[in-house]
């Protein structure tokens, strides 16, 4: 008896000390107010933190012409995001774009601009600037094509070409540009696949634009550029590939900027996406687009193009001034 007595009053202090324990810890997880905190699992984070990150590709000519140095910290500051830029050719943006990679793209290729947003990866597309292509070779111009429109021009390119007389390079890399220049060769009457694969004469750099600029300059071969590009490069490169072939319709380049479609990749920031699409096209920063490059370079690099959204646009017709003497 003595001992189940004894047992009985172990078990007793014990419950004793295990209530006092409990009550301890609800009053502590009550705190002075007596309401039980609520314990987040994990810290979240306001739409524009500075812990957002905002993921773009953009081509290579607006950060071969240093314009993005000029514009992300703006933006950072503006909508308080870390901007992640990627640069690539069109097609490698689009194809990031298409696989949910990145949050905009900016590209130059409205042919596939289109499709792209027809397939329903993309939303909100928006025209923010353009410039020209023109086409650069030797000084002395051995194929003879100043003077000539593009499509003449690479009619002669490819004769001399076939002879073996001359060189081209081609950026070969599913870009914008490359996709001007299979454009032109369709219009001058030829099969892009047979001029690509026609000769040693026809190179593909596969490359940006700036390092197909300095590949050309080396081989003193003839190559296509946007105009931007090429001025910066005349000057810090110091070329010896001179402008030969600037004003013709088809030489226009519309770059424009397009949201991923949120519906088809449900992590895209389309809030922010489309924050900086419309700062793109703003008063502010169609400026600094329009005068951009004055003061390095004698002309701005590019020009503003906002709320003209619609193939064609701008006139074919409206050529800005022409390539500086210096880079002739």
């Known amino acids: 008896m003595k001992k189940i007595l004894y047992i009985i009053s172990s078990l007793i202090i014990i419950s004793s000390l295990l209530f006092a324990i409990v009550g301890c810890s609800s009053e502590d997880a009550k705190g002075e107010t007596g309401v039980k905190e609520e314990v987040t699992a994990e810290k979240t984070y306001e739409l524009h933190d500075p812990m957002v990150r905002f993921k773009i590709a953009t081509t290579t000519s607006l950060y071969d012409t240093g314009l993005w140095y000029h514009l992300e910290p703006i933006f950072e500051e503006l909508a308080n995001v870390e901007m992640d830029i990627v640069y690539a050719g069109t097609g490698i943006a689009l194809e990031w774009g298409k696989r949910g990679d990145v949050d905009a793209i900016i590209v130059h290729d409205r042919a596939r601009e289109d ?169 502010e920063v169609q400026e600094i687009i329009g005068t951009y490059g004055e003061a390095e370079y004698g002309r701005s690099l590019f020009y503003p193009i906002a709320g003209c959204d619609i193939p064609g646009c701008p006139p074919s017709t409206d050529w800005t001034t022409p390539v500086p003497d210096y880079v002739k």
Do not use: C
């Not at 690479?154 to 870009?175: A, H, L, W």
């Not at 105009?227 to 590939?241: H, P, Q, V």
């Open 115 to 283: 499709q792209f947003i027809a397939d329903g990866y993309g939303i909100n597309r928006r025209n923010f600037g353009y410039n020209f292509f023109l086409i650069a070779g030797p000084e002395d111009d051995p194929a003879g094509i100043v003077g000539l429109s593009a499509a003449e021009a690479y009619q002669k390119i490819y004769d001399e070409g076939m002879k073996g007389n001359i060189k081209f390079v081609s950026r070969g890399d599913d870009s914008g540009t490359h996709a001007k220049e299979k454009l032109i060769w369709k219009e001058a009457g030829f099969d892009y696949e047979e001029v690509r694969n026609s000769g040693e004469w026809y190179v593909e750099a596969g490359k940006g634009m700036g390092p197909t600029l300095l590949m050309a300059n080396e081989m003193s071969a003839y190559t296509m550029a946007d105009i931007s590009t090429f001025l910066a490069y005349s000057l810090k490169s110091d070329l010896g590939i001179k402008s030969l072939v600037e004003k013709d319709s088809i030489f226009i380049n519309v770059y424009a900027a397009i949201a991923i479609n949120p519906e088809t990749h449900s992590a895209a920031k389309i809030d922010i996406a489309n924050k900086f699409i419309n700062w793109l096209i703003s008063d």
